[in-house]
């Protein structure tokens, strides 16, 4: 079984039991009193932010460019979620395992930071390729492909000094091209401003429930050199504390006398789970005339991971071994994740026409560790351990076991350019073309160590040594229009033709992959064309009715394929293809105190990507097809000045609508994978002035995910896919700004509900057992910021 894992490149061993994917959803509040509360440093900007909170207007004066233009987020024919930058402070909203708590819809599988699986909407059969877009600005982030592990490598950046996060469901793939069948992410950073100079710090203390101390230092300047020229910096430093401990003894003991247990619940290490999350973002803005602009941004961000965030637990029971959180480790189990992003976007007016570039190079590192040392599944019988002692070690005196070193790359150069007509009450039209060129590589060896170190042993091989290399080079023309046809009535429909060229190579070596084998170059092409159309009616007031059918994709690729594969094994993979039909709603009060938006939509997904097996080596593959029915919405209310409450939520009901391949074990007919049927947030928010100078707020949120069915693979005696159960968690928070001050205290998941939310690790763990991800006990803070 060694080649499933070594073999099967775009699933690295770190996967089971180390990233193994927790999944949280809900949904909750997507707007605060006021959009930049904490952003403000100068007396003035203090005072517009003071008459902002008194100000009548809700919903209404939010922008977006979720279509590539700035629009009005009551005006865009699309669901979108819009979550700004005080919001995303106040809720400690930071990273994408706390974004799920405020983005209806949204779902997340991520046992180790810096590996993530981003879901909307309910499409997720596993698969290697994202079907989710993230992008910073206008910057795509991640590989477009299933060659690179695109799907569990998606950005996870930090928050903070985020103007705010936009999230639009359903296929994106007019305007935002590949791989984004369930939607797209989008951070939309603060930028550098020629207003004048601010800044903002802030340092906060937290206490985990049975882990340690936790610290968060965040600080934002904006430097105005003339009305001309601007710079902003920012950047941060955290320590999430752990709070799952490591047990065990060494594993050689057991390995020759079968009563002795693998473990025996001695401490070993305390906190394993802790992770250190560090980046920086420097900004500038070129600005010599209103007619022309040139933003330049450089971001960095470093994620640190000392063990992933699963516990050991039963096989038939699926509860955890232990009362307290606990894993079985002997080797480190470290992941350590490096983004980079540089971009360039250059707005130049020209007439009544505008033109827009975006330059962009990123690359992302992830260089990882996985404990092979029991790893049954790889040896199909004794622990790997034993094996390794009993061929080339001693019990006694040379006790022997391994390791799993995995290190992936994504280069990615991106430009975009794109001519704008200007705002019309009759015609408005986009035109753009993109080329991207990415070059990804994945790197794998399975080492053999002494017993209890990570240090090589010199004399023995690497019992598997794999090196996957990869490019993609994609160019594609779009188009997009809205054309008023009445002062009510609009119709916006757009249309994209992408083309892409992949190749692909792979060197083996080693024991347990055959020993030597290098495969040839495989190349696949393929050019897909998405479109949209939106018809858009204004029912009068502040009110529309929209419709929407629109197509994604995932781009095919080659495979690699392994020695002796069947004659009718295929050396590509097509795309899959999505298709979905909505039907949305919005609308405000006149005076902007009540907003609410609701959607109903079916999801047509066909020629899935799968995941099958050849002679023990894994492909991709298409087959079966799925359908996703469901409903969302949001009710805002401001019933008085300094009050903000929102009710919002999500119905997913998304099943196989075909068997899949028989290695995957999906039925027509079972739940996709790790999606809540019912899942729902409730969000209050309360300022008032307590002096001249200070200004106290609360808050509280209440989120519900409802009953989540595990993977295909994983079912009851009676056939049926396993289903855990629902959970509520509860966050508060308080506080007072006085002056250039503020305090706040705040509590997430203070009822300390501990809900699955992964499963996995099969064939990896002691005394058979499997691994469980949760969602983080609670945890107590208290920060102290100011700003100037």
Known sequence: ????????????????????????????????????????????????????????????????????????????????????????????????????????????????????????????????????????????????????NGAVL????????????????????????????????????????????????????????????????TGALNLAVSDQFAVRLSGFTREDAGYIDSIGNNPIPSLTDPANPIFDGTLVIDGINEVQRTGGRLSALVQPSDRFSLHLVGQLQGIESDSPSTVDASPTTFRPLLDEPVQSRYHAQFSNTDYEVLSATLNWQLGDVSLESISSYSTLEQDSQTDTAIATALTGG???????????????????????????????????????????????????????????????????????????????????????????????????????????????????VSDNEQVASQISDGALVGGLTMFDEVRSSETPVTFSISPRYELGGASSIYGRVATGFRPGGPNVLPPGAPPDTPSTYDSDRLTSYEVGYKAISSRGRVSFDAAVYLLDWEDIQLLAVVNNFGINANGGTAESRGAEFTIGLRPVNGLTLSLNGAYTNAE?????????????????????????????????????????????????????????????????????????????????????????????????????????????????????????????????????
């Open 1 to 148: 079984m060694i080649s499933r894992f070594i073999g099967a490149r775009r699933i690295p061993i770190s996967a089971t039991p180390g990233a193994l994917f927790v999944l949280v959803s809900s949904a909750l509040l997507v707007t605060a009193p006021t959009a930049a509360a904490q952003e403000g440093a100068q007396e003035d900007q203090q005072d517009q932010q003071e008459t902002e909170r008194d100000d009548d207007s809700f919903a209404e004066e939010i922008t977006v460019t979720s279509t590539k233009r700035d629009e009005l987020l009551t005006e865009v024919p699309i669901s979108v979620t819009v979550v700004d930058g005080e919001s995303l402070e106040r809720q400690r909203a930071e990273d994408l395992d706390d974004l799920v708590a405020v983005v209806p819809g949204l779902s997340v599988t991520s046992a180790s930071p810096g590996t993530t699986r981003i879901t909307l909407r309910g499409i997720n059969t596993g698969g290697v390729a994202s079907t989710v877009g993230v992008y910073v600005d206008d910057v795509p982030y991640g590989s477009s492909t299933g060659l690179a």
């Open 154 to 217: 998606s950005g996870d950046f930090d928050t903070f000094d985020m103007a705010r996060v936009e999230v639009l469901r359903g296929p994106q793939g007019t305007l935002y091209g590949a791989s984004s069948l369930g939607g797209v992410l989008k951070y939309v950073p603060n930028r550098a401003s020629t207003e004048g100079f601010a800044g903002r710090f802030r340092v906060s203390l937290e206490d985990v429930e049975g882990g340690g101390d936790g610290f968060h230092l």
């Open 382 to 496: 004794p622990p790997l351990s034993a094996l390794l002692t009993f061929l080339f070690g001693d019990p006694a005196t040379n006790p022997l076991s391994a390791i799993f070193p995995n290190l992936v790359t994504t280069d990615k150069i991106t430009q975009e350019v794109r001519l704008l007509s200007v705002d019309s009450d009759s015609f408005e039209w986009l035109l753009g073309a993109y080329y991207t060129d990415e070059e990804s590589e994945i790197a794998q060896q399975l080492l053999t160590v002494a017993a209890g170190t990570d240090d090589p042993v010199a004399a023995i091989p690497p019992l598997a040594v794999v090196s996957l290399e990869s490019t993609y080079e994609e160019v594609a023309v779009f188009g997009n229009a809205s054309w008023h046809v009445t002062p009510r009535f609009e119709l916006s429909f757009g249309a994209r």
């Open 656 to 788: 196989l609508t075909q068997d899949t391949d028989p290695v995957v074990g999906g039925m027509d007919g079972d739940p996709l994978s790790w999606v809540p049927e019912l899942s729902f947030g409730l969000y209050g928010d309360y300022a008032w002035p307590i002096s001249d100078e200070w200004i106290a707020h609360v808050g509280g949120m209440v989120a519900y995910v409802g009953d989540r069915p595990a993977n295909f693979d994983d079912r009851t005696p009676g056939g049926q896919v396993v289903e855990f159960d629902a959970y509520t968690t509860v966050g508060v928070n308080g506080g007072v700004d006085f002056g250039r001050w503020s305090v706040e205290l705040y509590a997430k998941n203070l009822t300390d509900e501990m809900g699955i939310t992964s499963v996995g690790g099969t064939g990896f763990l002691p005394n058979g057992a499997i691994s469980l991800g949760q969602i983080r006990p609670r945890t107590v803070g208290l920060s102290l910021g100011t700003r100037f």
